[in-house]
């Protein structure tokens, strides 16, 4: 996966906030392998991947269904938000994604 900038958290955000709460988590780790999975699909042709993308999580996530951003303040989004940081900081933590 590419690195991952502001654009990419909220894609990620508003596609999982698309999704019913109980499927935002399985959702989350589909788009993280996705990127993963188009970034070396990139690296190694050089080309984008014909249905991932470019293998950022961005371009991942607007392949999904994404809602309308709302404010910062809205309790739904900012626990999307938290999902995409959380699943990030693990993905680091374990190497997953380096």
Do not use: Q
């Amino acid at each position: 996966m590419r690195p991952v900038l502001h654009g990419d958290a909220v894609s990620a955000a508003r596609a999982l906030l698309a999704v019913p709460e109980p499927a935002r988590r399985a959702m989350m780790e589909r788009l993280i392998r996705a990127a993963f999975a188009a970034d070396e699909y990139r690296r190694e042709t050089g080309k984008c991947h014909p249905m991932w993308g470019d293998g950022t999580l961005e371009v991942a996530a607007r392949n999904a269904r994404l809602a309308p951003e709302p404010y910062l303040d809205d309790p739904d989004y900012c626990a999307c938000l938290i999902l995409v940081f959380e699943a990030l900081l693990a993905c680091r933590i374990t190497r997953a994604c380096s």
